[in-house]
């Protein structure tokens, strides 16, 4: 995590520190917003910081030598923000929709030299040319522009005078605009090759807190993707890179902050 997004997560939680302590005294406190909750729609927008990763099940002929994983992956730190929407269905539960934008850049290394030794081909892989791979041939930048679109079933507690804990689970389709699928270019040249539609289980927990004039909620989000986002190099490419790789899923945590 770098020193920025520490700094202003630190920050973020020392203000909501000092807000938990202002609405916990008890004494000459009006409860607030004491109708917000009975409306059937309401709405917002949230602010979030990012740690996202990728999950990788390698190839066992291609992803790996011997004990040694040849594709690592780097997890980055990014941003995001969206707006919600939010239904009531009971005093327990509300189903949310909450549309954003991520962005993302993370790093995948491919140290696949060795596989060289099935150059000459066999009866279950095609032989091809090997090449002296370079930095720029080792080292992919994925660059992500990800439309976030969660579905979520809230379950909260009992109001607190002002505060309400609560979990949430759903499902996500997320849209990735950067993905390069539709490329014919592909590893080799440079270009790396992932899915635009994909499809992700959500789960969240935190707090909501409750001010004269709007609900603000910190809350922790993990969010994974569940379809495989490889797409395969082209036929003539040697397999140094998306061969490598059986599945790659990406794999998010998230620091919300939300004002409704």
Known sequence: MNKFLLKALVLASVNIAIFADAQFRTRNRMDKLEEFDQQTFSW???????????RIVLNPRYGMNGNQNLVTSKSSTSFGAGLIGKWRLNDYLDLRVEPGLQFAQRELTFNTQSNDQYAAGSLTNAPFTPFLMTEKDRVREVKSTLVDIPVMLELHGQRWYNSRPYVAAGVNYIVNLQSNSTSTDDNLQQVFRSTTHNFAWSAEMGIQFYFNKFKLTPAIRGTFIMNNEVVAD???????????????????????????
């Open 44 to 54: 917002g927008f949230y602010l979030n910081g990012n740690i996202l990763d990728y």
């Open 234 to 260: 082209n036929a003539n490419t040697p397999p140094y890179w998306s061969a490598a790789m059986s599945t790659l899923q990406t794999r998010a945590i998230m620091f919300v902050l939300k004002f409704e």
